[in-house]
């Protein structure tokens, strides 16, 4: 899709360097997939401690749509040299609130599963959750949560057995 000013329609309008395709198409995993080296960068509202990703609402409250962020997720996984990535600030409401939690906030939804996460990156780095088990996954993103919270994150994933 485009969206913009007359100046832009024009430009775009029988220009060979665009094209526009249907959904199903541009979000088909197998499609993205064959574009070698392909990087997805996704945003989420919160990951928790296994690497489960809601993105679309803050608990019960429906924030956004899903997007086609498991599509490309999951195409840019199978590309060759892909890297899927969720990208977040680490934490949210002025600092207040830590962006990577013990637990999803009751009533959110997961969009990306665990086990089509790879990497999350937040300002603080980048955890790699790749082929790691639940205790692996729980300190690599403690790692990159803001520092503020990770002692209470650290509890937490004992508490939780990760």
């Known amino acids: 899709f485009a969206m913009g000013t007359r100046e832009l329609y024009d430009y775009i309008s029988d220009n060979p360097y665009f094209e526009f395709h249907p959904s199903?198409?541009?979000?088909?995993?197998?499609?993205?997939?064959?574009?070698?080296?392909?990087?997805?960068?996704?945003?989420?509202?919160?990951?928790?401690?296994?690497?489960q990703v809601c993105a679309d609402s803050i608990g019960a409250d429906i924030y956004s749509g899903i997007g086609g962020q498991v599509d490309f997720i999951r195409g840019a996984a199978r590309s060759p040299g892909g890297k899927p990535i969720i990208a977040l600030p680490s934490t949210a409401k002025g600092g207040s609130v830590s962006r990577i939690a013990p637990l999803l906030t009751p009533g959110a939804g997961v969009v990306t599963s665990r086990g089509d996460v790879h990497y999350v990156v937040t300002e603080f780095g980048v955890a790699n959750l790749f082929g790691k088990n639940l205790r692996q996954r729980a300190e690599a993103l403690i790692n990159i949560a803001h520092p503020d919270f990770r002692a209470e994150l650290r509890k937490e994933a004992r508490w939780l057995n990760l």
Do not use: Q, W
């Open 24 to 51: 199903h198409y541009t979000n088909d995993p197998f499609i993205i997939s064959r574009n070698n080296k392909m990087v997805a960068i996704n945003c989420a509202i919160e990951v928790d401690l296994t690497g």
